[in-house]
């Protein structure tokens, strides 16, 4: 029985049915409630069977966002965020935070898998690449994969930057270098870059209230291509590290 109905209308559901409607898996939503940012269920009908409220699917999805596109650790989240079951920031948050925090925060409405794009469901990434299900949930867990909702329908599927990121992992283990890039180093690439994002999204947040933006651009178009170039910077910069430190060891070996 997905649902129950309590006395006074109000209708709870299980973990499965608040996963599917947030977009997340369920060891996303266990992990939340023992970071405290979710409440423990509503109800208790035995021990292994428990009962949500559907509002809290709305701060699931705030979380995921807040966690995907600010790179704001849980425990900041939780303080940014009204007591559970709100969706909303906190009201004593001051106006320039507000306004810092909206500049790259998508609406919900963002965080949809368009129609139109290349996309797989979950069940077609576990068909098709190798990539395992205990491994989906860790990497939604980190904040790097999650299934969204179809443009239009209530089917979930990765497209986008997410299934770009599967497609990578499944291509480094189809050319024998998955002992290389394992899924444990995934936290500590996470942690590395974490900071650098932070630092980048101050520099862009400080821009963009200094005004020393390109006027004839708008704001969504600059946001774009800030990660766009910001993207090839890292990846320049990163391959002329590599070929250093590779030079350097064959240089060594050479000379032993």
Known sequence: MPRIALKGKKTLIKISELARMAGVSTPTIKH???????????????RNMAYYEPVLADRIRAIKTLQKTQFFPLRVIGELLEPAPSARLRADIDAETRKRLGLLLPSAEADVVRASER?????????QLQIASEELDLLDELGLASPHRVEGGTALAYGGADLDLLEVIDETRRRGLGEVFPMEILPRYVGFLRRLVQDELDLFRQHVLDGKLPDEMP?????REAARLGGRLVLAIRSRLILSELRSLVASSGED
């Open 32 to 46: 939340y409630m023992a970071e405290g940012l979710l409440p423990e269920p509503a109800l208790r009908t035995s």
């Open 219 to 223: 704001l969504e178009e600059v946001t």
């Open 119 to 127: 996309s797989l469901s979950p069940q077609d990434v576990l068909a």
